[in-house]
């Protein structure tokens, strides 16, 4: 990979604990499973991993408003959240419950993308799975995101001097809190491939963000071949015009075929190439988790990620106590019928080649229209 330093990953105390409580999506073992992955294999050591810190008060409120700030921490300190303060900040719903240390966990994630943008600066890549909380807003948690520390790892990288900064989000859905956070900054360009029509109902084709955003909304079956079709002909290409001199992404799992949430159908083959791909050319690099609700897709994606980011070779078969790691694994959300044998014994997907569908190639048409729209 692009850099002239190795690779990091930033991991935290709360990537070992579960959150949310009971009965939400994302209550299943994500980033402890892919730590846990990562050692079996032998690719973690003291080099290669840093602790992420909790971003104090004083940072938080260089985006999130205070108000804001001070009611979670005191929620959650109290264990209790009043009607007024739940409907005005949007925490302790079903969608973003209070939970035991949920301050101190989104506040670590927070943390953790500063510092990985920091680490970037030399230019490494830096992969920060507990992160990609791309919903937050300045005053309101949304979709499971009560802080946005995609929003921070931008912030820093241009408050040290970068003057472009790419995001692009590979979630499977909109990166609205990011896309809005740097709406008409024309240091900023986000790029969203999402899925149409799902929550947050954002992101269309024509949303420009204030000018400097494109957004890539694809149909339910989204394959590997309509991937490749627009980063080639879209993705790339727009990356490459912009000429950043950094790279933020949040790289969700939920993209990926079997997940509960979305109905795309992605390998995870196709998300590294499209990461490293990404990165390559820029050098200095954050890169994010995100959503992922299957944690059997989600742990061998984020495991070879990682894999592919430290220059490491993926095994054809996993060594089986990594085997039995995922074979422990557990979700409400995926019937036991349908957890696939291929998912306890590798972490290369088979690609999943298509035809690339007009709904998608007439993606690239409607992106040419407005840049020569912008050209006259």
């Known amino acids: 990979m692009a850099g002239s330093a190795p690779a990091v990953l930033v991991g935290s105390v709360f990537c070992r604990a579960q959150g949310f409580g009971r009965n939400h999506p994302l209550a299943i073992p994500r980033v402890a499973t892919v730590l846990r992955l990562c050692e079996e294999l032998g690719w973690v050591d ?198 950043p001199q950094a790279v933020v992404i949040t790289c969700g799992t939920d993209a990926l075929d079997g997940d509960p949430l979305s109905r795309l159908a992605l390998s995870n083959g196709a998300l590294w190439s499209a990461v490293e791909r990404l990165i390559e050319p820029v050098g200095p690099a954050v890169v994010l988790g995100g ?24 095994p054809a078969t996993l060594p089986s106590a990594a085997g039995r790691i995922l074979a422990d694994l557990q979700c409400d959300l995926v019937d036991d019928e349908d957890v696939r044998p291929e998912w306890l014994t590798t972490l290369a997907d088979s690609p999943n080649v298509g035809t690339v569908r007009k709904d998608v190639s007439d993606l690239v048409a409607t992106h040419e229209r407005r840049r020569l729209h912008e050209l006259a």
Not at 52 to 74: C, I, K
Not at 174 to 190: E, I, K, M, R, Y
Not at 291 to 314: E, F, K
Request: hydrophobic share 40%; aromatic share 10%; charged share 20%.
């Open 46 to 243: 003291e080099s290669s991993m840093c602790e992420a810190p909790a971003a104090d008060l004083a940072s938080l409120v260089r985006f999130h408003d205070h108000e804001y700030v001070t009611a979670l921490r005191d929620a959650d300190a109290t264990g209790q959240v009043t009607a007024a303060v739940r409907e005005r900040f949007g925490f302790g719903t079903l969608e973003n419950p209070l939970f035991p240390s949920v301050f101190a966990r989104a506040a670590t994630a927070v943390g953790g993308s500063i510092l990985a943008a920091e680490l970037a600066l030399d230019g490494r890549v830096v992969f920060h799975p507990a992160g990609g909380t791309h919903h937050g807003r300045p005053a309101r948690a949304s979709g499971f995101c009560y802080f946005n520390d995609p929003v921070f790892a931008i912030m820093t990288l241009l408050e040290h001097g970068m003057q472009r900064v790419l995001y692009v989000d590979l979630d499977a859905h909109h990166g609205d809190g990011v896309q809005d956070a740097f709406a008409g900054n024309p240091a900023v360009l986000t790029i969203s491939l999402h899925e149409t029509g799902r929550w947050p109902h954002s992101g269309g084709a024509d949303d420009t963000g204030g000018g400097n955003a494109i957004n890539l909304p694809v149909p339910p079956g989204f394959n590997d071949s309509e991937l490749e079709f627009l980063l080639q002909h879209l993705v790339l290409p727009g990356a490459e015009a912009f000429k």
């Open 291 to 314: 959503g992922g609700y299957n944690p059997w897709t989600l742990a061998r994606c984020w495991t070879g990620l990682w894999g592919r980011l430290s220059g490491r070779d993926i």
